[in-house]
Nanobody
Framework: QVQLVESGGGLVQAGGSLRLSCVAS????????MGWYRQAPGKQRELVAD???????NYADSVKGRFTISGDNAKNTVYLQMNSLKPEDTGVYYC????????WGKGTLVTVSS
């Protein structure tokens, strides 16, 4: 069983920055993928970015150039640096790990005001 705990959400003005963190604990397979998803009100959950344990990253087109995902395998932690935030980035951000089963965190709310 794997547990994920997210932190770092909050309220920020458009153009501002936030850094999200997600710590995974439990039995984690050496090769895994950790990622961030978000769900805006009334919308489906969507991929924001993910990173493999080998450092390969993938981003949604809407966040390329503004968000950066990084990981620390020794700490089983993944980060999401979010810059130039827009109101449309508002939503609950969830951390997910695939190893190969999927585990989800409870989410952290990000609100970007215009």
């Amino acid at each position: 069983q794997v547990q994920l705990v997210e932190s770092g959400g909050g309220l920020v003005q458009a153009g501002g920055s936030l850094r999200l963190s997600c710590v995974a604990s439990g039995s984690i397979f050496r090769f895994h993928v950790m990622g961030w998803y978000r769900q805006a009100p009334g919308k489906q959950r969507e991929l924001v970015a993910d990173i493999t344990s080998r450092g390969i990253t993938n981003y949604a087109d809407s966040v390329k150039g503004r968000f950066t995902i990084s990981g620390d395998n020794a700490k089983n932690t993944v980060y999401l640096q979010m810059n130039s935030l827009k109101p449309e980035d508002t939503g609950v951000y969830y951390c997910r790990i695939t190893d190969p089963l999927n585990y989800w965190g409870k989410g952290t709310l990000v609100t970007v005001s215009s």
